[in-house]
């Protein structure tokens, strides 16, 4: 009797040992997920919002079993704003063998590390670039921004359908972005039934833009659009506010970090922006997030906050579906994707874009606050070649 107890204990121990084994043999390694951004130079404010956003994702992520029992490693670089930077920090991303990257780099050192990451096959998310041929670098780059030349037709239909401006005047700063964006907005203008009287261009590093303002006075518009980013907006609108110039100021969701009202001041009240996320926060997701951030972070998530965390919601949720780091798998599941993120509903075309209605915000009280939502599937719909 004894020896058939022995047997039968011996056999249950040894049936839970070949159960378990499996699970002690699963591969506990840390899954390598790259992200680089303007750390340091004028871009820094929006780099390190979106490190933090993503710093949190992550965290999160791991909390709730990494990729499929494994920890999610983040692998950071700084890239300075600068294309001449970014093919370095790309290859020094594929030296540290990672699985996919994310950047939150501005347009200029994102389209120059893009073709790197397509040709080491490394998946490649793009959270606030807005240059159009980023996408076109190829099928393993995925953008989760908006292109300037959408946001430009939604910032149409905000002048011409919301506030009904007949005239007005078009500030485009000398980038990449800036040029998508006003393309954008010219070739909408007719359809929304205003003229752009004039444009005027400046460069990134201006400062002090008195003649073009005294020029603007001149010209009598109904409101203003200008693109930039919050260190060149920021001067700007107090300089136009100054000279008393108190038309609408309108421009893009670059100007949506708080340094842009800190830097403008008490001119920043009634800015409004097309953006990426709505502030009234209407999710348990929105709320959730807007919450952790800024208790992480210590101020709001803004733009780039946003779309970064919003980029890792959306790489993670590859990974875990291709339920392998294979480059392929990733690749494929990510152009799957489908889901809701805290900019809203995302999935991607045939070039990798993505099609998502616009928040509208506007500065009430020293902080940007929700004011209104573009939407129309028709013309906002992104390229598909």
């Known amino acids: 009797m004894v020896s058939i107890k022995r047997r039968l204990l011996f056999i249950a121990a040894a049936i839970f040992a070949s159960h378990a084994l499996p699970a002690a043999a699963q591969d506990k390694t840390p899954v390598k997920i790259g992200f680089h951004a303007g750390l340091t130079g004028p871009a820094a404010a929006d780099g390190l919002s979106a490190e933090i956003a993503v710093k949190l994702a992550v965290e999160e992520a791991n909390k709730a079993g990494g990729i499929n029992g494994r920890p999610i490693e983040l692998v950071v670089y700084d890239d300075q704003g600068k294309p001449d930077q970014a093919v370095p920090v790309a290859n020094k991303l594929i030296g540290d063998k990672v699985v996919a990257v994310i950047s939150a780099g501005f347009s200029a050192p994102t389209k120059a590390a893009a073709p790197v990451f397509q040709e080491a096959h490394i998946p490649y998310v793009v959270a ?16 989760v921004g908006s292109m300037g030349e959408v946001e430009g037709r939604a910032g149409a239909k905000l002048i ?9 005047v078009l500030l485009t700063i000398k980038t990449d972005f800036g040029k998508t964006v006003a393309a954008g907005l010219k070739g909408a203008a007719d359809k929304f039934s205003f003229k752009v009287v004039k444009e005027y261009e400046y460069s990134p590093g201006d400062r002090q833009f008195g003649p073009m303002i005294a020029s603007i006075k001149e010209d009598k518009p109904d409101l203003i659009y200008a693109s930039g980013f919050y260190f060149t907006g920021g001067p700007l609108l107090s300089q136009i506010r100054a000279a008393g110039i108190n038309v609408p100021f309108v421009g893009a969701q670059s100007y949506s ?54 980029s890792a919601e959306v790489l993670i949720a590859g990974l875990r579906a291709a339920k392998s780091i294979d480059s392929v798998a990733i690749r494929t599941a990510l152009a799957a994707t489908k889901m809701h993120t805290v900019v809203g509903d995302l999935s991607f075309n045939s070039l990798h874009e993505v099609q998502r209605s616009f928040p509208v915000s506007i500065v009430k009280d020293g902080k940007w606050q929700s004011h209104g939502v573009i939407e129309d599937p028709v013309l906002l719909a992104p390229p598909t070649q």
Do not use: H, M
């Open 257 to 310: 970090s708080s340094k842009f009202i800190e830097i403008a001041g008490a001119a920043s009240d009634g800015a409004i922006i097309t953006n990426v996320i709505d502030w009234s926060g209407k999710t348990p997701q929105e709320k959730a997030f807007f919450e952790a951030f800024e208790k992480k972070a210590g101020f709001r998530p803004e733009a780039a906050g946003s779309q970064a965390y919003a």
């Open 160 to 168: 011409g359908d919301v506030l009904k401006a007949k005239s007005i």
């Open 128 to 143: 606030i670039a807005l240059q159009p041929d980023i996408t076109k670098s190829g099928d393993y780059v995925f953008r």
